[in-house]
């Protein structure tokens, strides 16, 4: 795979169109992690923005991506990071190899300032509450193993005010779409399965929160929580 710091001549494209395509990804990239409230983006995706321009060099693509994430990095600040899709623990439909490879390949962008300068001046204050339901459903299914049935995920919100039934609350709105949401951006996975006892709906942590520094940073906040609990039982 060609690097951004080769000769592109290869491709035989001008600097002008090369720039051009990498400013175009990187544009890509920026609006649609900020309107979709950083869902993940498929590498599928910025590879057509590519192809639509009827450029057809196999290695291309690549190419810019590569730059794109470059720039990315040194001047706004943010990581292009890839996430490996994750694989269901449920049996799966035998698919080809290109098949699993294209669904394998998404993007997420993750800030690189430091915490408490991302804090300061960056972080959206109106936003805090989906980082936070994200967390606590998250971590309600880590601590069941990793995977959860949702007739058993629903009882352990409802302890904390959260219900499925409930489609105006004052902070979160329609909860069973703010779950759903916490789905699209890939921190679960959800799955229907069929058994006999009728149909089961299971959340699976996913790609994002296996993902390493997510993964590290929330093991390490739960078990604040925990250790809190516990010193808290002792005192008393």
């Not at 400013?23 to 498929?42: D, H, M, N, W």
């Not at 629903?154 to 779409?177: A, F, I, Y």
Request: hydrophobic share 35%; aromatic share 8%.
């Amino acid at each position: 795979m060609p690097s951004f710091g080769e000769d592109f001549s290869q491709f035989g494209i001008s600097v002008e169109e090369k720039d051009k395509l990498v400013a175009e990804v990187i544009r890509y990239v920026l609006f649609k992690s900020e309107q979709s409230s950083g869902c993940p983006i498929k590498r599928e995706e910025l590879t057509q923005l590519i192809t639509a321009k009827n450029y057809r060099q196999r290695n291309l693509p690549a190419f810019v991506i590569n730059e794109a994430k470059s720039k990315l990095s040194s001047i706004f600040g943010f990581e292009m990071r890839e996430l490996q899709r994750s694989r269901s623990s449920a049996p799966q439909i035998p698919r080809s190899s290109q098949q699993v490879a294209a669904d394998a390949k998404s993007y997420i962008l993750r800030s690189q300032l430091p915490a408490d300068v991302y804090k300061a001046f960056v972080e959206d204050e109106n936003k805090s509450h989906v980082t936070a339901l994200t967390f606590v459903v998250t971590s309600i299914v880590r601590l069941a193993g990793g995977k959860i049935n949702e007739e058993n995920l629903w009882p352990h919100l409802r302890r904390l005010g959260l219900s499925e039934t409930d489609e105006s609350h004052p902070v979160h709105g329609n909860l069973k779409l703010a779950l759903e949401a916490i789905v699209q951006r890939r921190y679960l996975h959800k799955e229907k399965v069929d058994g006999p006892e009728g149909n089961a709906t299971f959340y699976e942590l996913a790609e994002r929160s296996l993902d390493g520094p997510i993964n590290d940073g929330m093991k390490e906040h739960i078990a604040k929580i925990v250790n809190k609990d516990i010193t808290s039982v002792d005192a008393d």
